[in-house]
């Protein structure tokens, strides 16, 4: 009887209240609790969450789960983690789960890391905190632990602000977090400005969740935003990097950089392209379309297409640096866009220097953002999909004659030697050159006519 009465409820509300969600939960209402049911729980990490949580309540303390695994759950998705909000004290969880199995990650702000098993990514226990004055626009001065309550009040956004209680199956909403979950809405808890204020991070997060999620923020959130988006870079650049990753990587990241134009965040964090949106709105909406049809999870692939039209391309580097983005990262995507040109003329490009490109590590990147950029109708793109449909041997045949070979014929190395390497190369690629001996006879003509011998 009351599994039917839960299973109507999921059909009223997945029918009519929210139907490109869908929301596994809403039974039974009492105060702020909200039963759910079909959470799903195959996985070892939930598991771990649970026994956690179980092992805290034995020894006689509140336990909840917090934050982004119950936003997550509810909105059907599998949680990246999952964090534990506690009335233990940092030392109380310390002890209960022994020095060895535990890691004090933020002792200022009272978080431990329970360790698990193996590889298993650990549990971090949060204490209930509220947190003191914001002395910098990045983090409090101090922390006090307090109730379940005021800890969901200094969290930053409302669908944030949720707990669970995995045991009985419950949610328990102090900030109105379900409800804007419902409504697909980002709305800071309190006062927007003042919460900037104290962390000047969170409107970036603001713009990282509408994205990820695919949800809109809240007019009052928004113009707060605009209101102090120039702070924003206040904040660390790893931070902010971290955030911006997030929504980079992300297939909706379209719609996030237009989102940053819209908060007045473009301008403080890209101030290269801050004013394309209004004095070059075709260039702005190019990258847009670009971004919107790119097919790829990797950073670098999204920092060039988010790059390919400046006019400086050298500027790529300085821009992935001042987000701490890895070196890997940054020297990919500066190569990336560098070599992206050659793509859209490939069809008029000699066979060599296109077969260097397409038989780089780089050349699928290079391609899924060629594909972005002009579509794959285009001459350029089509050339290069037609070389790379070719047999292995044919794309990227054996080398003729390798640097060993030539110092085995006598060829001392010098600053000539990787030139004539790579002229044997363009020889053979172009079919003029079908064997090791032409290789030699080609390598002696040379080396005589550079006076080498
Ligand atoms: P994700 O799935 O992307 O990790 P998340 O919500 O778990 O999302 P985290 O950065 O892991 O995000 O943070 C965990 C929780 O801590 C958040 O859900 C939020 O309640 C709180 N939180 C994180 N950063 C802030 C912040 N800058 N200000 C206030 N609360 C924050
Ligand atoms: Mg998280």
Known sequence: MYADITRDWLIYIRVYLCPSVVFNFLIVTKNRRTTISNMPNDNTQREFALQVLQQLRDAGYEALWAGGCV??????????????????????????????????????????????????????????RSDGAYVDGRRPAKVVYTTAEEDAE???????????????????????????????????????????????????????????????????????????????????????????????VHPQRSSGVQLLQDSGLLQPLFPELANWPEQQPATWQRLLDRLKRLQSESLAAALAALLFDLEQKNNVGEIGRRFRFTNKEIERAAWLVQMLPSIEHAHEL??????????????????????????????????????????????NPEPLLTGDDLIRHGVTPSPLFGQLLDSIRDEQLLGHLRDRQQAQKFADQWLQDHGDR
Not at 80 to 106: C, H, M, N, W
Not at 355 to 360: D, I, N, S, T
Not at 372 to 387: F, S
């Open 154 to 248: 200094r969290r930053d956004f409302t669908i944030n602000g949720l707990f669970y209680d995995p045991i009985e199956q419950q949610v328990i909403d102090y900030v109105e977090g379900q409800q804007d979950l419902q409504r697909h809405r980002i709305r800071a808890i309190g006062d927007p400005l003042a919460r900037f204020s104290e962390d000047k991070l969170r409107m970036l997060r603001a713009v990282r969740f509408a994205t990820t999620l695919g949800f809109q923020i809240d007019d009052p959130t928004l113009d707060a935003i605009h209101q102090m988006a120039a702070e924003v870079n206040i904040v660390s650049a790893e931070r902010l990097g971290a955030e911006l990753r997030r929504m980079l």
């Open 350 to 395: 000699a066979w060599p220097r296109l077969q260097r490109l397409l038989v780089h590590q780089g050349s699928n990147e290079l391609m899924v953002i060629a594909d972005a950029t002009w579509g794959n109708d285009h001459a350029g793109v089509k050339e290069c999909r037609r070389r790379l449909a070719m047999p292995a041997e044919e794309l």
């Open 71 to 128: 936003r997550d759950q509810l909105l059907g998705r599998t949680p990246q983690d999952y964090d534990v909000a506690t009335s233990a004290r940092p030392e109380e969880v310390q002890a209960l789960f022994g020095k060895r199995r535990t890691l004090a990650i933020g002792a200022a702000f009272g978080v431990i890391a329970v360790l698990g098993r193996h590889k298993q990514p650990p549990i971090e226990v949060a204490t209930f």
